[in-house]
């Protein structure tokens, strides 16, 4: 059995992240098409309507992490994708130089293939697995929900520092290999 307080705080925090991720990729779309036409896994007749799938799989994730009915199947939905990113990123870590980025969230900064977004995604899918775990019942106090409001600060301020790492890492690494 799993915490209330705990679940609450994992099943917000993906949805606020797959929605992200989602409006990111939607708002930035000529950006993704170009990231996952970079990861050469697709022909080009699929790009488009690849590059409209994966933010539309994200925000129905995301919506149906917040319905606890939806619960298992979003958990499930969640898992399938980031498995198929995983493996995405997992093909095109070569050693040729190609510098490809994520396409994570579309955003100005890039972020380099690494084997650290790999990991990434299996604590990400761990963490929605967690939600399959059967909520331990007790009532929710106001104390919880300040619990779940810092957790979820904490959370975003890890996420920001793990991306702004994952993008500057590989640039520090060349530097100091410059001496």
């Given amino acids: ?20 991720a989602a409006w ?20 080009d007749r699929w790009l488009a309507p690849a590059a409209w799938f994966f933010p539309a799989v994200e925000l129905g994730i995301a919506i149906g992490l917040l319905y606890p009915a939806l619960t298992a199947a ?11 990113y995983s ?11 190609r510098r490809i980025d ?24 761990l963490a929605a697995c967690a939600l399959l775990v059967p909520n331990r019942t007790r009532a929710l106090v106001w104390v919880d929900g300040l619990t779940v409001l ?10 920001t520092a793990g991306r702004r790492i994952a993008s500057t890492g590989p640039a520090l690494r060349r530097l100091g290999s410059a001496r």
């Fill in 1 to 20: 059995m799993i915490d209330p307080v705990i679940s609450l705080t994992i099943r917000l925090a993906l949805a606020l992240l797959f929605s992200a």
């Fill in 74 to 84: 979003a958990v499930y939905a969640a898992v399938v994708l980031l498995a198929v």
């Fill in 87 to 97: 493996f995405a990123i997992w093909q095109n870590l070569t050693p040729d130089g």
């Fill in 102 to 125: 994520c396409g994570c969230f579309a955003s100005s900064t890039r972020v380099p293939l690494s084997g650290w977004l790999v990991a990434r995604n299996v604590l990400l899918i």
């Fill in 150 to 159: 810092a957790a979820l600060l904490i959370l975003w301020i890890l996420w």
């Fill in 24 to 43: 990111h990729k939607l708002s930035m779309h000529p950006h993704f098409v170009t990231s996952v036409r970079a990861y050469r896994l697709l022909p």
